[in-house]
């Protein structure tokens, strides 16, 4: 038997070679092409591996190659047609065989890039005039590289954090020191979102969690978070585009909308929550665009808004009925959950409405569990995408937020014995476009992170 240091190239009819029956690696016609491609450009530069008359790599290259000779071509490296270049590894076992055929694939898909590498790699070669169509890419992530929005990107080097604020993943860590350090410093700007939520009819997200991991939510509030309110509207709203929010409640989205210089117009049901939402103006520079709210019901905010053309959309609707927050029968939290699922449906499409097109809507959401946090989940998660999809935008971001533990740890352990329920410690962000990306993106513009926030006068 073949040893591992007898290699060798050895050419083969490329008829003689077994294609491995369970291969699950697949190539579309537009992926063969692309090899035909790089074969007319390269050659056949890589041998296939075989164990005896077994192919165990090169498929689509045998594909592309077979089309090409049907066809009448010749491949460089390939001296007689038909035959190709191949390395016999029967020295592997039959199991070491079809894990190899699974490692030769996934293994080259878990590399990565260094993007700001790879654009000057292909700058490069465009600017000698090499067909880039042969390398794989395809014409969309050759414009992203090449021409990406904005200006060019700066040849100093920053860290994610330097740039963005947060780094932008799908994981964004509230628990992170850097991001409790700038919540409290929001916070002392005098923030009391709180304010206008009578304890117990009203329950934050975060008591909303607390009822949700079993137990009692406390009589007291905590405000929707003001760094994730900066974030949204630093990454996925124009600097200076109007914000609409349909759950207005608690002053923080447009206090923090405002002071970053974006206007502001929200919709609140209760009149006495607008009114501690106004008394919290004069956090507001004199320069600054002053926040807007509205008393009414968001279910016509359409009807009652026809002016506005919003640039983002961004809110954190009620849960469902988990917590009640008045005893007006148009609060959606008095509803039982079908009928809340048609009112918050038709929130979210006559809010669709006033925003502009190729914009970004956000809404912060997580999910609940049926009789009042001690059922299964309700899926609202999933209902709250359905609505914007038939709304007519398209999800194009989902993050998790990792929110403060709080006293989850002490109650966790007798929770989860006597239900099997999981504490919950994140909610969902989701970023949904309204026509084309790439003008939303446009419209955006950079991310900048000056630091309007805190002018040198409040200091």
């Known amino acids: 038997m073949k040893s591992a240091d007898q290699l060798a190239i050895r050419y083969r009819a490329a008829s003689d070679l077994v294609r491995y029956e369970r291969n699950a690696r697949t190539h579309s016609a537009a992926q063969i092409e692309q090899i035909k491609a790089s074969l007319r450009q390269f050659g056949w530069t890589n041998p296939a591996l075989t164990a005896g008359d077994e192919l165990l790599a090169g498929h689509g290259r045998l594909e592309a190659a077979t089309q090409m000779w049907a066809a009448g071509e010749t491949i460089q490296h390939c001296p007689t047609p038909g035959h190709v270049p191949t390395v016999d590894l029967s020295h592997l076992s039959p199991d070491q065989r079809r894990a ?77 020191a850097a991001w409790q350090e700038r919540k409290q410093s929001l916070l002392a700007l005098g923030i009391q979102s709180e304010l206008g939520r009578d304890a117990p009819a009203y329950a934050s997200a975060s008591d909303h969690q607390k009822a949700d991991q079993g137990a009692a939510p406390q009589h007291r509030t905590s405000i929707f978070d003001p760094v994730l309110c900066e974030l949204a509207y630093r990454w996925f709203c124009p600097a200076d585009g109007l914000v609409l929010d349909p759950f207005a409640g608690g002053s923080v989205r447009g206090i923090v909308a405002a002071r970053l210089g974006r206007p502001y117009v929200g919709m609140e049901l209760r ?66 959950y079908p009928t809340f699922l048609a009112a918050y449906r038709e929130v979210i499409a006559g809010a669709v409405s006033l925003l502009k097109p190729d914009r970004f809507a956000c809404f912060v959401v997580g999910d609940v569990r049926e009789k009042r946090g001690t059922g299964p989940y309700r899926n609202f998660v999933a209902d709250t995408i359905q609505a914007f999809l038939d709304a007519g935008m398209r999800l194009y971001n989902e993050a998790i937020l990792l929110t403060a533990l709080g006293s989850a740890p002490i109650r966790a352990g007798k929770q989860f014995a006597a239900s099997r329920k999981l504490g919950k410690t994140h ?15 446009a419209a955006c513009g950079d991310v900048l992170l000056a630091d309007d926030l805190f002018p040198e006068s409040d200091e």
């Open 100 to 176: 190899y055929i699974l490692a030769d694939n996934k293994l080259a898909e878990n590399a990565g890039w260094d993007v700001d590498l790879l654009a000057a790699e292909l700058l490069d070669l465009r600017e000698a005039e090499f067909d880039l169509t042969v390398i794989g890419f395809m014409p969309d992530e050759l414009g992203e590289l090449l021409d990406p929005p904005g200006p060019a990107p700066s040849t100093a080097r920053r860290s994610l954090a330097e740039q963005f604020m947060v780094p932008p993943f799908s994981t964004l860590n509230a628990r992170d």
């Open 271 to 336: 009149p006495e929550q607008v009114e501690a939402n106004r008394g919290q103006l004069h956090l507001v520079q004199t320069h600054d665009p002053a926040p807007v709210w509205h008393v009414g019901d968001s279910r016509q905010i359409a009807r009652r808004l026809p002016d506005v053309q919003a640039d983002f959309l961004f809110s954190c609707p009620p849960y469902a009925d988990l917590e009640r927050y008045s005893d007006d029968l148009a609060d959606l939290s008095t509803m039982d």
């Open 427 to 441: 909610q969902n962000v989701l970023v949904f476009v309204k026509g084309d990306w790439k003008r939303a993106v």
